[in-house]
Nanobody, 117 residues
Framework: QVQLVESGGGLVQPGGSLRLSCVAS????????MGWYRQAPGKERELVAK??????NYADSVKGRFTISRDNAKNTVYLQMNSLKPEDTAVYYC????????????WGQGTQVTVSS
């Protein structure tokens, strides 16, 4: 099993920055990729960013503003969020894709990000 714990969410003004962290535990060696998703009230959960073997992908809405990175030594993935907009307000969920032995998706409980004046 893989356990994921997010942190770093909070209230920030438009144009501000936040860095989210996700610490993975359990069968760490089986994790192939990690990512961040978000879900706003009444909206579907959407991909924000993911990283696989150092290769990153971003939603068009966050390109140039968000950066995903992974520190394998700390079993942690980060999401640096700059130039935040009110529409970025959502619960952000950490995701991990692991081979157990079949591919499985794991999710954290989420951390709230609110962008407001």
């Amino acid at each position: 099993q893989v356990q994921l714990v997010e942190s770093g969410g909070g209230l920030v003004q438009p144009g501000g920055s936040l860095r989210l962290s996700c610490v993975a535990s359990g069968s760490i060696s089986r994790i192939n990729s990690m990512g961040w998703y978000r879900q706003a009230p009444g909206k579907e959960r959407e991909l924000v960013a993911k990283i696989t073997n150092g290769v990153t992908n971003y939603a068009d809405s966050v390109k140039g503003r968000f950066t995903i990175s992974r520190d394998n030594a700390k079993n942690t993935v980060y999401l640096q969020m700059n130039s935040l907009k009110p529409e970025d307000t959502a619960v952000y969920y950490c995701n991990a894709n692991a081979l157990m032995p079949a591919w499985q998706l794991y999710w954290g409980q989420g951390t709230q990000v609110t962008v407001s004046s």
